[in-house]
């Protein structure tokens, strides 16, 4: 393996329907990143199981696409980490010692959980709110220095920095005794780039594009077929006026926004370029456009994930070998946390 001197890690949940928002906010940019440094991608299974229990056999499935969707946009299993979470008990006991750095009135501030529970708060599970704890112990147990992720990760990005301090100040003499210096986490950076950071429903301009949306056309999925793709951006929510000149003119047209900002992220020019070409068109004419870019990207990226679904022993291998080698830095920092904090090896 190549050394790099900094890491990346992120992760996507094993919920079903990856989706476009997934890809522009997160998966596209994993790729790019593996030339610079050493990248390794999770596939969050103890995060899918906060909102509720899925029937395990799909739960393996939805991994096993997951992964296809990383070695199909590009990523390179034999040169980096993919791996399953709940294969590496250290990110469980990585998290119950961050439960014990983190205050509550931290995780109370988390608008994600608060959305994510409405107003069934009382009724949702612990995991649920506890999960930026996880997404910190994550991201920390491989010291990794960038996060690719989407915008709506930016507050529990924010967190895992004050964790990572917290834990870094609380124990500077022990970090300093055993010889770490004056930290033993680095305090991660989210990379939330690109002109689709936060990609919006197909139906609802002011919801996010989201896996358990019920409805099926406010989203892209990554194993849609090219006529799916093609007739979801054709039924996708506008509104009667023509494209606007402008930035300005996407005031209280979200869904014209949105619609600008995929086809510039696809087609990687930015909004500015995209309203110089097409401003003043109406939408059936840009969604033509839209639905031509959508499945020129799209579609070599399902085919390529059927074909590894075909071959789930394959997909299995990747995850094995991705699991062995992610135990390897996550035991190591395990130690280090336990002689840091007095826990025995
Ligand atoms: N709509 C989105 N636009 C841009 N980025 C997005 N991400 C998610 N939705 C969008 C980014 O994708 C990565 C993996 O997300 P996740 O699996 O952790 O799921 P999530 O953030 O909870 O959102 P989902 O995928 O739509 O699932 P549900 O239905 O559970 O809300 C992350 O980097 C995320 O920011």
């Given at each position: 393996m190549a050394q790099y001197e900094k890491r990346v890690f992120s992760g996507v949940q094993p919920?079903?329907?990856?989706?476009l928002g997934n890809y522009l906010g997160a998966i596209k940019r994993f790729a790019d990143l593996q030339s610079s440094y050493e990248c390794i991608y999770c596939i969050v299974d103890m995060h899918a199981v906060t909102a509720r229990w899925t029937d395990p056999t799909e739960l393996r499935t939805h991994v096993r696409e997951v992964a296809a969707a990383y070695i199909a946009t590009g990523i390179n299993p034999k040169e980096h980490v993919i791996f399953v979470?709940?294969?590496?008990?250290e990110h469980a006991e990585l998290a119950w010692v961050f439960n014990c750095v983190a205050r509550m009135g931290w995780l109370n501030r988390m608008t994600q959980f608060k959305d994510k529970a409405g107003k069934n708060s009382e009724n949702v599970s612990v995991g649920l709110f506890d999960y930026p704890v996880l997404m910190a112990a994550d991201i920390l147990l491989y010291r990794a220095h960038y996060v690719p992720v989407g915008e709506v990760q930016k507050q529990h990005m924010e967190l895992t920095r004050d964790i990572a301090q917290k834990f870094n100040i609380d124990w500077a003499d022990s970090i300093a005794a055993h010889g770490?210096?004056?930290?033993?986490f680095p305090i991660p950076e989210a990379?939330?780039?690109?002109?689709?950071t936060r990609v919006m429903s197909l139906r609802d301009g002011a919801k996010k594009m989201s896996k358990?949306?019920?409805?099926?056309?406010?989203r892209i999925n990554l194993t849609d077929s090219v006529d799916a793709i093609r007739q979801k951006i054709r039924k996708a929510k506008t509104d009667?006026?023509?494209?606007?000149?402008?930035?300005?003119?996407?005031a209280g047209r979200p869904e014209a926004e949105n619609l600008v900002s995929i086809f510039a992220a696809l087609t990687q020019t930015s909004v500015d370029d995209v309203l110089k070409e097409y401003?003043?068109?109406q939408f059936s004419a840009f969604k033509a456009a839209l639905a031509d870019a959508a499945v020129e990207h799209l579609a070599p990226i399902n085919a390529e994930m059927r074909r590894l679904l075909a071959d789930p022993a394959y997909i299995d291998d990747v995850l094995q070998n991705g699991a062995e080698k992610a135990k390897v830095i996550a035991a190591e920092t395990m130690r280090a946390v336990r002689d840091i904090v007095g826990f025995r090896n």
């Open positions: 919920t079903g329907n990856l989706h979470q709940s294969q590496v008990a770490f210096g004056e930290a033993y990379l939330i780039q690109g002109e689709a358990s949306d019920l409805s099926d056309y406010s009667p006026e023509p494209l606007p000149l402008d930035h300005k003119g996407f401003g003043g068109t």
